[in-house]
């Protein structure tokens, strides 16, 4: 499995005073407990919306000693399907819903289909929505896929 890259409390720190939280309370944040830093982290941003900002998500990754995935993948170019955050090497889509995402059923027909295709093509496609990363165990979840997949590709390749 590939590593996360580790993140120290300096650069925790300088990536909450890029968001505006003042110099003194993004130290402690980034040296305190996830659930401080994700509570500044929040607040500096106004949404809690990993899928909507890198800073977030890869800081939650670190947290959880998961690697950070890349963002807003393309897994089907004809479809323009877009994963909110995609291991490649493990081929596992993480999707970040919530019913502001699906105001119409045309919405979330959609990602039905997206989902399905993504399975398909060999992806574990895996829902959340932002409550759920943080209440839980998301990341537990997350690990256990990216184990499997590793597993499986061993088992293809001998």
Request: with cysteine; proline share 8%; net charge positive.
């Amino acid at each position: 499995m590939s590593t996360a890259p580790q993140l120290s409390p300096e650069a925790v720190a300088q990536a909450l005073t890029t968001l505006g939280v003042p110099a003194d309370k993004a130290a402690a944040a980034a040296a305190g407990p996830v659930a401080r830093r994700t509570a500044v982290i929040v607040k500096a941003i106004g949404v809690p919306l990993p899928h909507q900002n890198p800073v977030v998500m890869a800081a939650w990754c670190e947290t959880h000693g998961l690697p950070v995935p890349v963002a807003e993948y393309v897994f089907a170019p004809p479809r323009h399907y877009m994963a909110d955050w995609c291991w490649l090497a493990e081929r596992v889509i993480l999707e970040i819903d919530g019913w502001r995402d699906h105001s119409s059923r045309k919405g979330w027909l959609r990602d039905q289909a997206k989902g399905n295709l993504a399975q398909v093509r060999g992806f574990v496609f895996l829902r959340t929505t932002v409550k759920q990363l943080y209440t839980a165990p998301t990341a537990y979840v997350i690990r256990e896929a990216l184990a499997l997949q590793l597993l499986r590709a061993e088992r293809r390749t001998s």
